[in-house]
């Protein structure tokens, strides 16, 4: 089954994760089938926590893809942040 789970990076007690499509059977940092973005729970200030390329994330849930609890709160998060931007610049 193809899930879209977080990996890994960074480092020691400064985690950065990338959302990936990837068997669900292999390790979690290993290889993957397509990258869609990033979360980074450490961001402070100006540095962005969070980017999701919606389209492809939409691609492949079509496909059968199923993500993690974690990434579909992720997911959440980006279509709400989305939402909100798109109202400012309504507004402007």
């Not at 068997?23 to 973005?37: A, F, H, N, T, V």
């Amino acid at each position: 089954m193809v899930t879209i789970r977080l990996a890994r990076g960074g480092s020691k007690k400064r985690p950065f994760y990338k959302i990936v499509v990837t068997d669900s059977r292999k390790p979690r940092d290993s290889g993957y089938i397509e990258q869609m973005g990033f979360f980074n729970p450490m961001a402070k200030g100006q540095e962005v926590a969070l980017r999701l390329d919606q389209e492809r994330v939409d691609y492949w849930v079509s496909k059968g893809a199923q993500p993690s609890d974690r990434v579909a709160k992720l997911i959440k998060q980006n279509a709400a942040n989305a939402d909100a931007s798109t109202t400012e610049e309504k507004a402007a």
